[in-house]
């Protein structure tokens, strides 16, 4: 399905599950810094746009509307993102009820929402801290300065560093010269404000050196994700529909409409509410269901969207596709959104115009993870859909079909993979192989059960698991050591998530 990161994919699907962490190994037992709430600061808070006009409380809020948290009530400026992100189900609050909105962020923390947020796809994790993975990828990706802008992943972050990073992540630039704030003109803040994902208070002032807290958290994701996908207003059944022009072919609608299937009424898909053709909509938007005409013409207004994306980018780049080609990448970006063409080795590969088949079988087909309460790990269906995808791209092939590719699961429970999977077209041969790596030992290479080597010049037959072997400091060879989980039986999910 179309995932609306980022996703809500790469929308709040790709985004916000991280939220789910409160109680989290890895974040030392809360999402944010734990311990005692904190009270929020007076005045409206930074995200806080405007100033709501003061009504009668049964004016503001009818008493249908629900009260999750005790400290979450409908007169609370945070309120509408609160609830969307817990009945979206990504959180649940602390332990004794309360969602503390008045909480510390750590900069760890911070680092991965908005990277997720922003619709890039979560990276490799690192042993040395559970954050160090999105560190390591904003610093690659030039979000901030190594060695200069964060020090410490377990102390609050400053507002003006989420927008730095924010600002860096979404490619946004400041228009206007006009001073916005009172105690700040930096170029970040102006332009995450311009974009109107931040705010200030009522006194004019940003406070960039201040703490980010987990109420305007909740509205910072929540707005890079809107500025990401802009809502569209498609029309009723009973109102006349304007033709949509579009470069996609009908037989790529066709090939979406079977992947896809229909949804009469609105069923919860990972991380969104799907409709139809697999477009997102509200939970209660058509309590009646929808018809199949509208549900074609809500799925040709988001493959527009997906167009314009894909066309700026050939259009910046200097690119051409042929009709087969750009087909391919669209039915990609329909079911997992447009983060791809930030930075993927498939839009490396598609900007080189060099490759091979099992280069740009790979570049696309690594893009089958969704979230599981354990994690990213790869789906069989969504890695059956890439190779289809493949099959148009390659050979102009709508039929919906996996056969002609096998693909390879990389497992190590030491040292870091450069990918946990490959997509390689049958009588090939294993070309590109991906290495592993770990500090001390040499890679001696990778290993199937019943020890067979897998090379590069290897014949691809069948879909493999293969393990890394290596060669000890001390001289000796360290046989793989494979889990259950690594063992081959992977049904329906298996595997972890690493960076295209």
């Known amino acids: 399905m179309r995932k609306r990161i980022v996703a809500w994919v790469l929308t709040l699907s790709l985004v916000l599950t991280g939220v789910t962490v409160f109680s989290s190994a890895e974040d030392g037992g809360s999402w944010y810094d734990g311990g005692e709430a904190q009270q929020p600061e007076q005045g409206t808070p930074w995200d806080q746009q405007t100033q709501p006009e003061q009504e009668s409380p049964m004016e503001e809020q009818p008493p249908a509307d629900p ?52 619709g890039y796809p979560e990276p490799p994790q690192a042993a040395s801290h559970w954050a160090r993975g999105y560190l390591d990828f904003a610093i690659d990706q030039g979000f901030i300065v190594r060695f200069e802008d964060i020090t410490d992943l377990d102390i609050s972050i400053s507002r003006r560093m989420v927008a730095k990073i924010a600002a860096n992540a979404l490619s ?6 006009q001073s916005l704030f009172t105690d700040t003109d930096d170029d970040f803040v102006c332009a995450l404000a311009e974009a109107g994902i931040v705010g200030g208070y009522p ?8 703490a980010l807290t987990r109420a305007e958290l909740s509205a910072i994701v929540n707005r ?7 809502a569209v207003d498609f029309l009723t059944d009973d109102r006349n529909y304007d033709p949509v022009r579009l470069r996609s072919s009908e037989q790529l609608i066709e090939f979406l409409k079977q992947k896809e299937g229909f949804l009469e009424y609105a069923a919860w898909d990972y991380a969104q509410y799907s409709i139809g053709y ?9 309590p009646n269901g929808i018809t199949r005409e509208e549900a074609d013409y809500r799925m040709r207004l988001a493959l527009a969207k997906f167009e314009a994306s894909l066309d700026d980018f050939l259009e910046k780049n200097n690119l051409t596709l042929t009709d087969n080609q750009y087909d391919a990448l669209i039915s990609l970006s329909y079911n997992i959104g447009s983060g791809w063409m930030k930075n993927s080795n498939l839009a490396d590969m598609i900007k080189s115009g060099r490759y091979t088949h099992n280069e740009i079988a790979s570049a696309i087909g690594i893009w089958c993870h969704v979230r599981e309460s354990s994690g990213m790990v790869i789906s069989k269906g969504l890695l059956k859909r890439r190779i289809s995808e493949i ?3 390659l050979y102009g092939d709508y039929s919906g079909t996996e056969e002609g590719f096998n693909y390879i699961l990389f497992t190590t429970q030491k040292g870091e993979r450069e990918r946990d999977i490959a997509v390689y077209e049958t ?19 990778w290993f199937t059960d019943d020890g067979r080597q897998i090379t590069e010049s290897s014949i691809v037959q069948e879909d493999l698991t293969v393990t890394a072997r290596w060669q000890s400091d001390e001289g000796g060879v360290t046989e793989p050591d494979v889990t259950d989980e690594e063992s081959g039986d992977m049904g329906d999910w298996w595997g972890s998530w690493l960076q295209p």
């Open 67 to 118: 009260v999750y948290f005790p400290d979450v009530q409908a007169g609370d400026w945070y309120y509408p993102y609160v609830n969307t992100l817990y009945e979206a189900g990504v959180i649940n609050g602390f332990t004794d009820g309360t969602f503390q909105p008045g909480s510390k962020v750590t900069t760890g923390q911070a680092l991965k929402m908005i990277i997720l947020a922003a």
């Open 172 to 177: 946004l630039q400041r228009e206007s010269a």
């Open 203 to 210: 006194d004019g002032s940003f406070r960039p050196k201040g």
């Open 224 to 230: 890079i994700y809107d500025y990401r996908t802009p």
């Open 278 to 286: 697999g477009t997102y909509c509200d939970k209660d938007e058509f």
């Open 391 to 393: 099959r148009i791209f």
């Open 427 to 445: 009588g090939s041969t294993y070309d590109p192989m991906f290495r592993a790596d770990r500090a001390g030992d040499t890679f001696l290479g």
